[in-house]
T-cell receptor
Framework: DAKTTQPPSMDCAEGRAANLPCNHS???????VYWYRQIHSQGPQYIIH???NNETNEMASLIITEDRKSSTLILPHATLRDTAVYYC????????????FGKGTHLIIQP | AAGVIQSPRHLIKEKRETATLKCYPI?????VYWYQQGPGQDPQFLIS???????DKGSIPDRFSAQQFSDYHSELNMSSLELGDSALYFC????????????FGQGTRLTVV
């Protein structure tokens, strides 16, 4: 059963902010929201994760709604190198559980 | 910074042969994960190990086995290879109890002919 729902594809102009939505309406209280991306056939790359507060790092910002049923990943100034498949994943924090990758969003940055 | 090292990067095997993939985690990482990504598919979790013990199990076929050694490196053993086993195999490592995100290697591309 899919635990997250993402649009299959999105376009964004280079230099603009890319906002990638994710629905996770069945998220449990102990589950974090993780974002990874995969640039064509390379190993997936960790971007950011959060529990309920908004988070920001050098790559992106993560906005989680108050009810935690959805979130948005924001790439503030998209570049061509940000073209990739972006995966939103929910899992309990810590532990050695594997990541369950869904279909993800193919983000295409247009020049 | 040191990353996850996988070897070999490419491997070609015939049907019914065996293959062994190796993964060297980031230094001090105590957990390794294996993933399989078929052509046009999303990565699928196979199995994970924490401190040399199997921790979580995903959709790993019975023909596959894996282990983590005392130096924390891991090996994925695949027997009776089938054409459908052709895929990218990724290893990831993390530090359980500390930073929890997993870092992935560049993968091994296995082709079964």
């Amino acid at each position: 059963d899919a635990k997250t729902t993402q649009p299959p594809s999105m376009d964004c102009a280079e230099g603009r902010a890319a906002n990638l939505p994710c629905n996770h309406s069945t998220i449990s209280g102990n589950e974090y929201v993780y974002w990874y991306r995969q640039i064509h056939s390379q190993g997936p790359q960790y971007i950011i994760h959060g529990l309920k507060n908004n988070e920001t790092n050098e790559m992106a910002s993560l906005i989680i709604t108050e009810d935690r049923k959805s979130s948005t990943l924001i790439l503030p100034h998209a570049t061509l190198r940000d073209t990739a498949v972006y995966y939103c994943i929910v899992k309990p924090g810590g532990g050695a559980d594997g990541l369950t990758f869904g279909k993800g969003t193919h983000l295409i940055i247009q020049p | 910074a040191a990353g996850v090292i996988q070897s070999p990067r490419h491997l070609i095997k015939e049907k019914r042969e065996t293959a062994t993939l190796k993964c060297y985690p980031i230094p001090r990482h105590d957990t390794v994960y294996w993933y399989q990504q078929g052509p046009g598919q999303d990565p699928q979790f196979l199995i994970s190990f924490y401190e040399k013990m199997q921790s979580d199990k995903g959709s790993i076929p019975d023909r596959f086995s894996a282990q983590q050694f005392s130096d924390y490196h891991s090996e994925l053993n695949m027997s009776s290879l089938e054409l459908g086993d052709s895929a990218l195999y990724f290893c990831a490592s993390s530090l359980v109890g500390g930073r929890t995100e997993a870092f992935f290697g560049q993968g091994t591309r296995l082709t079964v002919v």
